[in-house]
């Protein structure tokens, strides 16, 4: 029984969390087995009295807090975390999330906490998937089902960069106490990007309506980076935010893994809804446990802020050597977008990680609204001449 329930562990870490065990047992099966030399243990936010004032109080901008420093082998299995004030006025993205597996000085998970459980910009909204979520009431319930092991300890702290105290910080983190780790123990990693991308110098010329050729980036040359790490492991999925300034669809992009010092893409899609498993320039609210969409602008045509996701349960994306993913913001590159991401990948020992942006970079672009659009059509209006008293939808034609 030892022997397979260690078996079982390691089936669970390497990624195929909500998958068939070794033995063929589903989860639900598993559950009807006797496990051994395990334990269940919680650290929370408890009231130490005996009271009821469940939650760290009053932590100031720049306050770092430990939530827990457990000590020899075990796993994370589940994380609770809700917070006061609500967004807007204690920005998600200014509270920073990290975990530091066996006693390393540099955390191998660092996030904004609410990008970290599928929470973009500023916002708080209800998001389901298999291992993470925002639940009620409005958003505000941050849960992990992410396996965490360990062999010699772990440590979550967060830090609050915003320029606002957390009055209220509530958590609980459940772990399984271990006599010894599993021999292919696989170490949890979560990385966060942001970026504005820089659209071609010919312009922004997504489905050629700028009437010139449509370029080819067989390379993936200025693609945006979801991550890169080196060592062996396997990538389990990503969260990502676009906040797009244009009503033009802004997922022509093709996602590009580059596998183990592949020069030319390993893995290579077809477009950003395709690697989402979505078809068509979806523009919905869609959650199915491994994929689908949190948010979606419902506004003209693609413009605004998306949420996107998609976790790969049942099919991890292995690497012996490295690995380094990224996609198109839009085909070519061409567009200018405001993108965000959350990556979730295991490796065969904690690494460290290319540092995150600063909060001055992490800074949510605005939405285009009414006005600026309207400030679009005056300027269309000069350039084709106020005499002509143009519609809008005029073409231009060079002198």
């Known amino acids: 029984m030892k022997k397979h329930f260690f078996s079982l562990a390691v089936m669970v870490v390497t990624g195929c969390i909500f998958s068939l065990s070794v033995a063929g047992q589903s989860n639900m099966e598993n559950l009807a087995t006797i496990k051994q030399d395990v334990k269940s243990k919680r650290i929370s936010s408890y009231d130490r009295s005996g009271g009821n004032n469940d939650r760290v109080e009053h932590i100031a901008p720049g306050e770092k807090l430990t939530l827990c420093d457990i000590k020899g082998a075990g796993m994370i299995n589940h994380i609770w975390i809700t917070i006061a004030p609500?967004?807007?006025?204690?920005?998600?993205?200014?509270?920073?999330?990290?975990?530091?597996?066996?006693?390393?000085?540099?955390?191998?998970?660092?996030?904004?906490?609410?990008?970290?459980?599928?929470?973009?910009?500023?916002?708080?909204?209800?998001?389901?998937?298999?291992?993470?979520?925002?639940?009620?009431v409005k958003g505000n319930a941050l849960v992990s089902y992410f396996k965490m092991p360990f062999a010699k300890g772990a440590r979550i702290e967060i830090e609050n960069q915003a320029d606002a105290e957390i009055s209220a910080f509530y958590y609980y983190i459940d772990y399984v106490e271990l006599k010894k780790p599993a021999d292919d123990l696989a170490y949890f990693h979560a990385w966060y990007n942001h970026q504005v991308t820089e659209a071609a110098e010919e312009g922004e010329n997504e489905w050629d309506i700028l009437d010139s050729p449509p370029g080819k980036n067989p390379k993936g040359e200025r693609n945006y980076l979801f991550m890169e790490t080196e060592g062996k492991g396997h990538y389990v999925g990503v969260n990502y935010f676009v906040n797009c300034p244009t009503p033009i669809w802004y997922g022509e992009g093709d996602d590009?893994?580059?596998?183990?010092?592949?020069?030319?893409?390993?893995?290579?899609?077809?477009?950003?809804?395709?690697?989402?498993?979505?078809?068509?320039?979806?523009?919905?609210?869609?959650?199915?446990?491994?994929?689908?969409?949190?948010?979606?602008?419902?506004?003209?045509?693609?413009?605004?802020?998306?949420?996107?996701?998609?976790?790969?349960?049942?099919?991890?994306?292995?690497?012996?050597?490295?690995?380094?993913?990224?996609?198109?913001?839009?085909?070519?590159?061409y567009l200018t977008l405001e993108l965000a991401s959350v990556a979730y990948w295991y490796q065969d020992e904690p690494v460290k990680l290319a540092p995150i942006p600063s909060k001055e970079e992490r800074q949510p672009m605005p939405v285009i609204n009414m006005i600026d659009i309207h400030r679009w059509r005056h300027e269309w209006r000069k350039n084709a001449g106020q005499e002509s008293n143009p519609w809008g939808n005029e073409r231009i034609e060079d002198e």
């Open 86 to 136: 609500e967004a807007p006025k204690l920005n998600r993205s200014d509270i920073i999330l990290r975990m530091y597996w066996d006693g390393n000085e540099y955390p191998s998970v660092e996030s904004p906490i609410g990008p970290f459980f599928g929470q973009g910009w500023d916002e708080t909204y209800k998001y389901v998937s298999m291992p993470l979520a925002a639940a009620p």
């Open 256 to 333: 590009m893994f580059f596998i183990d010092g592949d020069e030319k893409s390993t893995l290579h899609g077809t477009g950003t809804e395709d690697y989402f498993n979505t078809s068509w320039c979806p523009n919905e609210i869609y959650q199915h446990p491994y994929f689908g969409y949190g948010r979606v602008p419902d506004q003209l045509g693609w413009m605004g802020r998306t949420h996107v996701y998609r976790f790969h349960i049942e099919d991890p994306i292995f690497f012996d050597e490295s690995i380094r993913f990224t996609i198109e913001h839009g085909h070519y590159n």
